[in-house]
């Protein structure tokens, strides 16, 4: 199992072949890699699944937004977890 990240296609980048995409993830842009998705015919506005800078299938808005708020519900402080009068170390 692997772990993936949503993000919003900016642009494609001509000068690689319509293989790499600028990605914006949370406001963070970056190159991602095209090469392993079915189809890399990704256009400006669709959304893919992203995983160590490699797209690896397109998702839609929704499926976008069910995986950032699994990612926001992982990243919890693990002491807000914790019953009343419990501490963790």
């Keep these: 199992m692997c772990l993936g990240i949503p ?12 293989m ?3 990605v914006d ?11 392993m ?4 015919a990704v256009e400006p506005g669709q959304w893919v699944l992203i995983h160590m800078g490699f797209a690896l299938e397109s ?3 929704t499926a ?3 995986a950032m708020s699994g990612l926001e519900m992982m990243g919890q402080n693990r002491e807000s977890e ?6 963790r170390v």
């Design 37 to 40: 998705l079915e189809n890399t």
């Design 64 to 66: 976008a937004e069910k």
């Design 82 to 87: 914790a019953p009343p009068g419990n501490s």
């Design 7 to 18: 993000g919003k296609v900016v642009r494609i980048l001509d000068d690689h072949e319509g």
């Design 25 to 35: 993830v949370l406001g963070a842009q970056r190159p991602i890699n095209l090469g």
């Design 20 to 22: 790499l995409a600028l």
């Design 59 to 61: 998702i839609d808005e």
